[in-house]
T-cell receptor, first 116, second 115 residues
């Protein structure tokens, strides 16, 4: 069974631009969550989608948004990029959502974003 | 506040030896899950082991085992017979029943395995 797939793996953007990252979950998994990993802040939760609906959202500005499609694939978008947005963005999927059915998540390899 | 603390930023272990990584957490919840994730240089987070808070028995996965002390809010990871491939960042995390079900991660412990 294929794992969580994230594209692109590496990208460089200029401050002020926007970026879209894509995530394909493990087959059969309906929940997709996104995390930002930086050396200073560690791993921070961005948001979670289940059945095309955002279920949870972390403490990030509105420049960070996401969506999920009917096939459970998800995209996250960051608009008006800032230097501080440089990070590894990790996508994770789980079979369900919530505490009992969504408590174990499986990560992709991440998308490295560098903002210059 | 819900927090996870990994007090050891870096640890080293000799190949074939045993090492224990510590993790403490702060929660008022009674029902939650605890996890250890491994992040090798490839950066992909890999689930190592999972513990359900209402289970007394410590979880074990091959060479990996945990020492779960619920009253002390401690969740340490023991790696036996350490191998070079165990070198990675290790993150402790938990998710609890109430709230928004998002993971709360510790800051990680970098494990070096010496040949």
């Amino acid at each position: 069974k294929a794992g969580v797939t994230q594209t692109p793996r590496y990208l460089i953007k200029t401050r002020g631009q926007q970026v879209t990252l894509s995530c394909s979950p493990i087959s059969g998994h309906r929940s997709v969550s996104w995390y930002q990993q930086t050396p200073g802040q560690g791993l921070q939760f961005l948001f979670e989608y289940f059945s095309e609906t955002q279920r949870n959202k972390g403490n990030f500005p509105g420049r960070f948004s996401g969506r999920q499609f009917s096939n459970s694939r998800s995209e996250m978008n960051v608009s008006t990029l800032e230097l501080g947005d440089s990070a590894l963005y990790l996508c994770a999927s789980s079979w369900g959502t919530g505490f009992r059915s969504g408590n174990t998540i499986y990560f992709g390899e991440g998308s490295w974003l560098t903002v210059v | 506040a819900q927090t996870v603390t990994q007090s050891q930023p870096e640890m080293s272990v000799q190949e074939a030896e045993t090492v224990t990584l510590s993790c403490t957490y702060d929660t008022s919840e009674s029902d939650y899950y605890l996890f250890w994730y491994k992040q090798p240089p490839s950066r992909q987070m890999i689930l190592v082991i999972r513990q359900e808070a209402y289970k007394q028995q410590n979880a074990t996965e091959n060479r990996f085992s945990v020492n779960f002390q619920k009253a002390a809010k401690s969740f340490s990871l023991k790696i036996s017979d350490s191998q070079l491939g165990d070198a990675a960042m290790y993150f402790c995390a938990y998710i609890f029943a109430s709230g928004t079900y998002k993971y709360i991660f510790g800051t990680g412990t970098r494990l070096k395995v010496l040949a």
